[in-house]
């Protein structure tokens, strides 16, 4: 069955943002995907909140090798990628040790190809990483003003985007083409993140300090760009 593409959206107006049935056809639904998107339902209805503590599991955070990279890249994803504009992963380093409070000690592939990145080797700036999904409402509910804060960045953030728990990369690629996002974007096809960082679902996202610590977990989706940027501006001290 063709499936339909998404129709492009406005960063002004929320009620042309691309709708659940746009995407549905392009998804196949299993009891995962099912389970899924129960749990962004959850999550979009209850209003989720952030918290400025971020609770840390119990359990050890996975290694890097038991994190190993699934995604494989093709040319047709790598084409898409650079179609849309999006920003190549960034390095980061191999032997620095992980921090409590931090990123997880985990690698993640670079969507569409590229480099691959451990977030706990990833310094030296303050850093905004959202977790979303192609498949999730709410991270279309705030895709315009992730846009609009990343259009208009001229501070030190660097902003990064995870395409999480997403068996379709290349409608990972298209919506965030849609969504005119061009900072770089990981994946997380495997769910490495569930545990390390507790994704329940997304979005999600994370204020990092340059050092690497966790200053402050939003859960759920932004209501607007001021939002965004006075988080950013309260936990990192900048102002994109």
Sequence with gaps: MTRTPLRPFSHTSRSRIPQWSEIRNGRKFGWR????VAAVLVIGLAGCGGSPVLAR?????????EAAP???????????????GIANC???????????????????????????VRLAGLRGKPMMINVWAQWCGPCREEAPY?????????????????????????????????????Y?????????????????????TFFVRPDGTIAYRHAGPFNSATEVRDL?????????
Excluded at 70 to 84: C, H, I, R, V
Excluded at 154 to 181: V, Y
């Design 33 to 36: 995907g099912l389970a899924a």
């Design 57 to 65: 599991s119990t359990t050890p955070a996975a290694s890097p090798t």
């Design 70 to 84: 699934s995604t494989q890249p093709t040319a047709d994803l790598a084409a898409m990628k650079e179609a849309a």
């Design 90 to 116: 960034p390095p980061s380093d191999s032997k620095v040790a992980a921090v409590p409070n931090g990123l997880p000690d985990v690698v993640l592939p670079c969507l569409g190809g590229g480099r691959n």
């Design 146 to 182: 992730l846009a609009e804060v990343a259009s208009a960045n001229k501070s030190d953030l660097m902003i990064m985007g995870i395409d999480h728990d997403d068996p379709r990369p290349e409608l990972a690629i298209e919506f965030a083409q849609l969504s005119t996002w061009k």
């Design 184 to 204: 770089p974007q990981l994946a997380d096809p495997d769910v490495v993140l569930r545990q390390g960082l507790q994704i329940s679902g997304p979005p999600q």
């Design 232 to 240: 950013a501006r309260k936990y990192l001290g900048v102002a994109p």
